[in-house]
C-alpha cells in the first residue's frame, strides 16, 4: 500500500510566479490537508480538504488555494510567489478520528 | 485557541543513554496529543498518539509519551537512545470533534552522540 506521494520533489521559482504542487492521499483516505514548513519551524496548517470542499482554512492569504478531486487526490496553488514562501510543503492525509499520515513534501525555494 | 510548547530547542544525548522530549500545550477543551519525528528531507512520521484511555502511551521505536491532564504536558521518553533517533521531534494537539486544524510545535532537535 502506497503511503501519502507528492510531487514534485524539489522545485525553484521566481518572485510574482504561480507554483502547483500535488498530493496523492493513502488508499482509503478521503481527507487531505497541507501545512507549511519553514526551515526550523514546525508545519503551520493551510487548509483542509474532505468531499472536494474546503472544510478548514488557516491564517493564510487568498495566494493560497486548493483543490480536491473525486479521487481524493489534492493540489495546493499559490500565486504572485514571494520569498517568504520558501518552505518545505507537506502534504497529509486521514481518514479519522484524528490520525494523520504525512508525505514528504515538496520542497519550494523562491529566488 | 490552542498551542503548543516545546521546552527544549535542541537535546543533546550519548548513545545508550535515556531521553526526555517535553511539551506543553494549551486548550480550554479536552485534547488529542501527537508525537512526530521528522528525519532530515523527509516528511513527518507518526511516533505515537493519546486520543483516550490509559494515560501511558506506547509507540514505535521504543518510544512512549505521559499525558498529564493537570500539568498539560506530554512529554516524550526514550529509556535507550540510538544513534539514528537523531531527528527532529514535534509534539501536536487538536482538539476532538472541534476546527480540524491543528497545532505543532517548533519542533525539538534530538541530537544523538556516539
Known amino acids: 500500500d502506497a503511503g501519502v506521494t507528492q510531487s514534485p520533489t524539489h522545485l525553484i521559482k521566481t518572485r510574482g510566479q504561480q507554483v502547483t504542487l500535488r498530493c496523492s492521499p493513502k488508499?482509503?483516505?478521503?481527507?487531505v490537508s497541507w501545512y507549511q514548513q519553514a526551515l526550523g519551524q514546525g508545519p503551520q496548517f493551510i487548509f483542509q480538504?474532505?468531499?472536494?470542499?474546503?472544510?478548514q482554512r488557516g491564517n493564510f492569504p487568498d495566494r493560497f488555494s486548493g483543490h480536491q478531486f473525486p479521487n481524493y487526490s489534492s493540489e495546493l496553488n499559490v500565486n504572485a510567489l514571494l520569498l517568504g514562501d520558501s518552505a518545505l510543503y507537506l502534504c497529509a492525509s486521514e481518514t479519522g478520528p484524528a490520525t494523520q499520515y504525512f508525505g514528504p513534501g515538496t520542497r519550494l525555494t523562491v529566488l | 485557541a490552542q498551542s503548543v510548547t516545546q521546552l527544549d530547542s535542541q537535546v543533546p544525548v550519548f548513545e545508550e543513554a535515556p531521553v526526555e522530549l517535553r511539551c506543553n500545550y494549551s486548550?480550554?477543551?479536552?485534547?488529542?496529543l501527537f508525537w512526530y519525528v521528522q528525519y532530515p528531507n523527509q516528511g513527518l512520521q507518526l511516533l505515537l498518539k493519546?486520543?483516550?484511555?490509559?494515560?501511558l502511551v506506547k509507540g514505535i521505536n521504543g518510544f512512549e509519551a505521559e499525558f498529564n491532564k493537570s500539568q498539560t504536558s506530554f512529554h516524550l521518553r526514550k529509556p535507550s537512545v540510538h544513534i539514528s533517533d537523531t531527528a527532529e521531534y514535534f509534539c501536536a494537539v487538536r482538539t476532538p470533534g472541534g476546527s480540524y486544524i491543528p497545532t505543532f510545535g517548533r519542533g525539538t532537535s534530538l541530537i544523538v552522540h556516539p
Open positions: 486548550s480550554s477543551v479536552s485534547v488529542y
Open positions: 493519546y486520543l483516550s484511555g490509559s494515560t
Open positions: 480538504y474532505y468531499e472536494e470542499e474546503e472544510r
Open positions: 488508499s482509503g483516505h478521503d481527507t
